[in-house]
């Protein structure tokens, strides 16, 4: 089977510096990943996404960074807020299903 | 445009039961997929639905079970609850495409007793 990994399962920042969440995969045929944030009684809510022809993607305050030669994504947060805590997860697919990672918890320090 | 609507929001069965949930996508979606959350195991795949058809299974044992309406509303039901059945179950839709975002809905809560 497939395996999305997160190097950390929690991650606390201070409000105002930049987060980075990371993740690993093993599957060489993934092209597609996307960034999901959950917050407390809710579903996952889609942050961004890239595609593997690409090896970084900006967002509002979000980047994404694609290295396909070590199988790895990352996910930046610029001057992160307290409304950013929640559980990150990346998601990988070849196709239309979908594998997640168990995520990782972002709390955010006033 | 509405989002993904799941109900109930919240269950409690106790253990031998059965349960179905239903899932709403958002409008023009004709693919549901559904998920199972626990603390300790993330997001497991559990089947994707796309004109009726099922069209991906994820490795969860015959107790579970879906099926997707004309409509493109699904229901998944699983039968004979068992304790470790207790977790969040996700649905989500997308037009149907390959390698395209999916969009959860808030999921349904179940706990057996």
């Known amino acids: 089977g497939e395996s999305v990994g997160l190097h950390l399962p929690t991650l606390s920042v201070q409000e105002g510096d930049n987060s980075i969440i990371n993740c690993a995969y093993s599957?060489?045929?993934?092209?597609?990943f996307i960034w999901y944030k959950q917050e407390s009684g809710k579903g996952p809510q889609f942050i961004i996404d890239?595609?593997?022809?690409?090896d970084k993607r900006q967002g509002q305050r979000v980047t994404v960074l694609l290295n396909k030669t070590v199988k790895h994504l990352s996910l930046q947060i610029a001057a992160t807020q307290p409304g950013d805590s929640a559980v990150y997860f990346c998601?990988?697919?070849?196709?239309?299903?979908?594998?997640f990672g168990t995520g990782t918890s972002l709390t955010v320090i006033p | 445009k509405a989002g993904v609507t799941q109900t109930p929001r919240y269950l409690i069965k106790t253990r031998g039961q059965q349960v179905t949930l239903s899932c709403s996508p958002i409008?023009?979606?004709?693919?549901v997929s559904w998920y199972q959350q626990t603390p300790g195991q993330g997001l497991q795949f559990l089947f994707e639905?796309?004109?009726?058809?099922?069209?991906n299974k994820g490795n969860f044992p015959g107790r579970f079970s879906g099926r997707q309406f004309s409509n493109s509303r699904s229901e998944m039901n699983v039968s004979t609850l068992e304790l470790g059945d207790s977790a969040l179950y996700l649905c989500?839709?997308?037009?149907?495409?390959?390698?395209?975002?999916?969009?959860f809905g808030s999921g349904t809560q179940l706990s057996v007793l």
């Open positions: 989500a839709s997308s037009v149907g495409q390959s390698n395209e975002k999916l969009f």
């Open positions: 599957n060489s045929a993934s092209d597609y």
């Open positions: 890239i595609r593997s022809n690409m």
């Open positions: 998601a990988e697919t070849a196709g239309n299903q979908f594998y």
């Open positions: 409008s023009g979606h004709r693919s």
């Open positions: 639905y796309f004109s009726e058809t099922q069209r």
